[in-house]
């Protein structure tokens, strides 16, 4: 959530916090498959709650024919080398066997998304005019916009009739509040039609008043159609008491998920009078005990299981381990804490046959800059992050961002515009995290298969069967690109390979500032029949072999 400098957040679950001290701003060992309602839109997908194993013992090998042929190779990816200087740090031989079963997930072509600030909805440089913003967007794949943060309770004030924002709004400057109406969302439509994206919405609960969100919730639905994946009622609403964090309270003492139940309960009912078929998504919250309350609540829509995770939100205070340390950020336990944590959320979810969301999320809600903000490391977290995520059950991320100036605005965001501190050109910019998420928003969806890692170093491996029968790979070296040598792979196959096509996201080290990037350039990758093939790919070869460059994240699919 975007945050003015005088919210700074603290804790206020009982249980360890996932949230905000605030911004401005794998394989798992079981997993159980998400269940979803038949309402649900793109981004969501169908099932029934199963228990599988993400790893399998082996791979058959199999032979082809000797009639067989295939066409030759003659177009290789140009792999940068390791870093100049010896010696370097030997890596372990890294071996990935892939199998043909299914985990029982599956990667949505939305699965990544970015949240905002609900008074974003103003803000005229989101606009399908605007080039460099549908590029971004489509950047993604087929993106989720959540509009929410602090702001919707705090500086959002909606109306359809022209009404003056009210003087108990107040903001800031970089922060300001704001009105938003009908011809807003016209202007954010023409955007997500121009990008292909799609839109979640929020109400404020703050001021509570349920007939001004059912008025938001009509003219949503009827601009929006089936782009408007849900509403969700407030944010964070497990911090509406009295605090430390945020300018004013909201709530008095004693503000429980029970008396937000009551209160979210009237808001749906009235939403559900103009806008019956809108999903309504929370309880968006930091504070995993909300979440079973949530489940039980009994409306008319609907629901979806959506919280905010910011794993690494210790700043000045909390656990050695909680701190947005670079160290922290690349602890082998990182991995394993982020996705235990979402398994607790899945497991609600699915036995409720609810979607689950993450709608607000980054590495750190922590004021400012730390060590981690803007760097390559955070590029090679969100990608294993948000991949993760998908395979333990989460259908949809959204990665909270920031439309101020790449000047001056909150380091976390993984978009930013060019121009002076608040004086942007129009120009979206993607930080180092944008280019993880491109990554994943590259793969296309699919189903997650099971495998095995063995070696490597530091590296999670994943991958998905396509619609059209092939195979899609990744490979996360999270080994140090300036120290590392290179790691060679031998990656098993569930079938005889004819071609394969690869693209991957590099980065000089660590700590360097915007230096990702993707096949050497500034966007996504290109389209899978414009990528060249693997370094040293045989085809009708089963089992591949080939040298992987430390710190990089690497896409092949191959076609049998």
């Not at 509009?147 to 709004?169: C, H, I, K, M, Q």
């Not at 050695?320 to 340390?325: G, R």
């Not at 129009?426 to 928003?441: E, H, I, K, T």
């Not at 195979?471 to 060679?488: D, F, G, K, S, Y």
Request: with cysteine.
């Amino acid at each position: 959530m975007v945050q003015s400098p005088e919210e700074n957040q603290l804790p206020t679950s009982e249980t360890k916090p996932r949230k905000k001290a605030a911004w401005i701003v794998s394989a798992g060992a079981a997993v159980v498959v998400l269940g979803v309602a038949a309402f649900v839109v793109p981004p969501l997908f169908v099932g029934d709650p199963v228990e599988v194993e993400t790893t399998v013992a082996a791979t058959s090998v199999l032979t082809p024919t000797a009639a067989k042929t295939y066409a030759p190779v003659t177009n290789f990816y140009k792999q940068l080398g390791p870093p100049e200087g010896s010696p370097l740090t030997p890596v372990a031989p890294q071996t990935v066997t892939v199998s043909t079963d299914k985990v029982g997930t599956k990667l949505s072509l939305s699965q990544v998304g970015l949240s905002l600030e609900a008074t974003d909805l103003a803000d005229p440089l989101l606009s399908g005019d605007n080039e460099s913003v549908v590029a971004r967007l489509k950047g993604l794949g087929k993106p989720v916009l959540r509009f929410g943060g602090n702001a919707v309770d705090r500086r959002f004030f909606w109306t359809s009739t022209g009404e003056a924002l009210p003087s108990s709004y107040v903001g800031t400057k970089p922060n300001p509040a704001r009105v938003v109406g009908p011809d807003d969302f016209t202007r954010i439509n023409g955007l997500l039609e121009k990008a292909d994206a799609y839109i979640s919405l929020s109400v404020n609960l703050g001021d509570y008043n349920p007939e001004r969100a059912a008025d938001l919730a009509k003219y949503g639905a009827q601009i929006f159609g089936k782009r408007l994946l849900a509403i969700t009622i407030g944010n964070e609403p497990n911090g509406f008491a009295p605090n430390m964090v945020l300018a004013h309270a909201l709530r008095p003492n004693g503000y429980t998920a029970a008396d937000f139940g009551k209160e979210a309960k009237v808001y749906a009912d009235a939403i559900y009078k103009v806008a019956p078929n809108v999903p309504i998504s929370g309880p968006g919250t930091y504070a995993a005990d909300w979440a079973s309350a949530w489940v039980a609540l009994d409306i008319k829509q609907p629901k979806i299981l959506t919280f905010h995770n910011y794993p690494l939100t210790g700043c000045t205070t909390g656990l050695a381990a909680d701190q947005p340390t670079m160290a922290n950020l690349l602890a082998p336990e990182m991995h394993d804490r982020s996705i235990d944590y979402h398994k607790s959320f899945v497991a609600k979810g699915n036995a409720a046959k609810m979607p689950i969301w993450v709608d607000e999320t980054g590495i750190s809600a922590c004021v400012g800059g730390n060590e981690t903000t803007k760097t390559y490391a955070s590029a090679l977290w969100s990608t294993d992050y948000a991949l993760g995520s998908a395979q333990v059950g989460v259908s949809q991320l959204d990665f909270h961002s920031s439309l101020i100036t790449c000047k001056g605005g909150p380091p976390m965001s993984a978009v930013c515009f060019d121009g002076e501190y608040l004086k942007p050109t129009g120009v979206m910019q993607g930080r180092a995290n944008y280019f993880g998420l491109s990554m994943v928003g590259a793969i296309g969806g699919g189903e997650f298969l099971k495998l095995n890692n063995d070696g490597g170093g530091l590296a999670h491996s994943y991958a998905l069967q396509q619609s059209d029968g092939s195979t899609t790979v990744v490979l996360i070296n999270q080994n140090n690109p300036e120290t590392a040598a290179q790691t060679m792979v031998t990656l098993k196959l569930p079938n005889i390979p004819a071609t394969a096509t690869m693209t991957q996201m590099t980065g000089t080290s660590y700590e360097s500032e915007d230096s990702a990037a993707i096949d050497g350039q500034d966007a996504g990758p290109v389209s899978n029949d414009k990528q060249p093939a693997p370094m040293d790919f045989v085809p009708g070869k089963q089992s591949q072999t080939f040298p992987l460059t430390a710190g990089t994240v690497t896409l092949m699919n191959f076609k049998y």
